[in-house]
């Protein structure tokens, strides 16, 4: 990064793999079937832009102005500086809610914003009633990868729930073997 791009804030203009996001799809079917578990239709993509309140601002906007979807998601931003954008799709297809993640992503990225982001989350939840059970698939864009995460709120990840969410996963998704570069929604 060159002096200029730090006192413009802009982040390595470094383009993710958005397209493998596309394989969350196949995802789907094989947590139902070994898992119970179904698209919540709720998802997020994670960045965060280092540097001074405007470009952190001017990236949020970009976010949360979406061409493509119905309704602007939701930005938010913790104590950290990292942002959240939350999409969310009522009919729970899964397809179509990548489709917005990715649609996202491609507005930072094509911003000057690509190398800031940090992941992208896809819920799922047992269908009907209680919902005790939930999972978040993660994708991180520095590693092209997936691993499983509890979703916020929630109480910690089951680590029988994660073993077998690895091995319904195993060949369909490239998963992250490093348990350290895991981390939590």
């Known amino acids: 990064m060159t002096l200029l ?18 394989t969350l799809a196949a995802a789907a079917p094989r947590m139902r079937a070994a898992l119970g578990l179904t ?3 709720g998802g997020a993509i994670g960045f965060k ?13 970009l ?3 979406s061409a493509r979807l119905p309704v602007h998601p939701l930005v ?11 999409c969310w799709r009522r009919n729970h297809d899964l397809r179509v809610l990548t489709g917005d993640l990715v649609d996202v992503a491609d507005r930072l990225a094509r911003a000057g914003y690509g190398g800031c982001l940090r992941s992208a989350t896809v819920e799922f939840a047992e269908p009907g009633g209680r919902r005790d059970r939930k999972l978040a698939l993660v994708y ?4 092209g990868t997936f691993h499983t995460a509890p979703v916020a709120g929630n109480a910690p990840l089951d680590p029988a729930l994660e073993l077998r969410a690895r091995a319904a996963l ?7 073997p490093h348990a350290h570069r895991r981390f939590v929604v």
Do not use: I, N
């Not at 791009?5 to 596309?22: A, E, F, G, M, N």
């Not at 938010?76 to 939350?86: A, F, M, N, P």
């Open 140 to 143: 991180l864009f520095d590693r």
């Open 63 to 65: 976010a949360a102005t």
């Open 39 to 41: 698209p919540t239709g």
């Open 5 to 22: 791009d730090s006192k413009l804030v802009r982040c390595w203009t470094s383009r993710p793999h958005l397209q493998s996001l596309y």
């Open 76 to 86: 938010t931003q913790d104590l950290y500086g990292r942002s959240t954008v939350r």
């Open 170 to 176: 195993h060949g369909a998704l490239p998963l992250e």
């Open 49 to 61: 832009v280092d540097g001074d309140a405007l470009a952190r601002t001017e990236a949020e906007l």
